[in-house]
């Protein structure tokens, strides 16, 4: 796993819970369509698991592949 992410908000926060938008804002996003880049780990992986219908994900090592 040891790449990059670039993690994009394509939904928006509100009328989810409080710890789903924090998790949001924990992983970098502070507007709605903002894209970020993180290293492919464990934590950003479980992080994204708790709110993939907010966000779209991709790999930016071409050599492992495209969309998460």
Known sequence: ???????TQIKSAIGY????KQTVRA???KKLYQ????KDTP???G????VKHLLKVEVENPAE????
Do not use: D, F, P
């Open 1 to 7: 796993m040891a790449g990059k992410l670039k993690i």
């Open 17 to 20: 819970t409080k710890k789903q």
């Open 27 to 29: 992983l970098g996003i």
């Open 35 to 38: 894209s970020v880049e993180q």
């Open 43 to 45: 934590q950003i992986r």
């Open 47 to 50: 992080m994204i698991e708790k």
């Open 65 to 68: 592949g495209g969309e998460v």
